[in-house]
């Protein structure tokens, strides 16, 4: 593969914008291709983009032989059936997160690419922002001392968004945990591992979709306090502490430019920022997947999907959080 990684984007919201903007900064990958299930959506997307070819379905797009790997855009609910589709046609996958909805769809997408020998990967474009690989390397070299503490929240007041908003349609896996409360979960996974034991509450809107999800994740050593909302916004400051001292993660954590440890009382503050919007980082991930021919990432690997969606399905358990279609 020494010419360009071709890329196509199945789903054009405003994610696959980001994505796009970013794509063009990668020097070896180029955008050639993009889905929507509205060609006039598609060819607006193409034109904005410089895009050679449009398509007014997804599974054209799979078919052809216009890409060597997709980047998945679409609401939760289809990510499983659409890569797997993609991967059916021996197109590499990026598929954003959460990469299913459950585990039964997780172990079903990781064996369509064992299947195919296709790459696949979640789209975590928090594991590879430099701010959070810094962290995960001070905590790891003891910066801290022994990590006890983990507050990680995400929020933002989202009751406006309109009845037609994905993001309070429980047809679609709407809700809080999925979109946004999967990166306190994932920080605190990342740095500890996975609990032995946890506790989750939720309230709901009365369309049924949970807006509201509280969570503690209990280690032998360690506490996390995570939280998600659409009621209301929080900070979004990550804190990280240790026995020797703590580290800060500013605001919005999950995409950051800098962070502060604070060591007896002293505060010193660093700057890393990502390049673009932050999906560049996770694009060179991919690429050097695909030129090395392997299936997976190293970095964020199937099993730390699995775990991911193992985590995300205990916390659903607990709170009560469901969806039709899982029926």
Known sequence: MDQKIRWGIVGLGNIAHHFAKDLTLVTDGKLTAVASRSLRKAKEFADQYHVDYTF????????????DVVYIATPHNSHAELSIAAMNNGKHVLCEK???VNTAEVDRMIGASEKNKVFL???LWSRFNPVIQKVKQLVTDGAI??????KADFAFYALDKGEDSRLLDVNLAGGTLLDIGI????????LLGKPKRLLATSNFHEKGTEIQTSMIFSYPKAQAILYSGFNSKSEMKAEI?????????QPRWHESNSYTIEKDG???????APTGKGYFHEILEVHACLRNKTTASKLW???????LATLLGEVRSQAGISFPFEQ
Do not use: R, W
């Not at 502490?241 to 703590?246: I, N």
């Not at 690997?301 to 775990?307: A, R």
């Open 145 to 150: 001392g022994n990590l006890s503490y983990v």
């Open 98 to 100: 959460p990469i299913g």
């Open 241 to 249: 502490s240790g026995s020797e001292g703590s580290i800060y993660i």
């Open 301 to 307: 690997s199937h099993q730390n999907s699995k775990d």
């Open 266 to 272: 002293v505060l010193e503050d660093f700057e890393l």
């Open 121 to 123: 990967m979640e789209a």
């Open 56 to 67: 007014g379905s997804y599974q054209e797009l799979f078919e052809s032989n216009t890409v």
């Open 183 to 190: 990166y306190p979960i994932f920080l605190t996974y990342f």
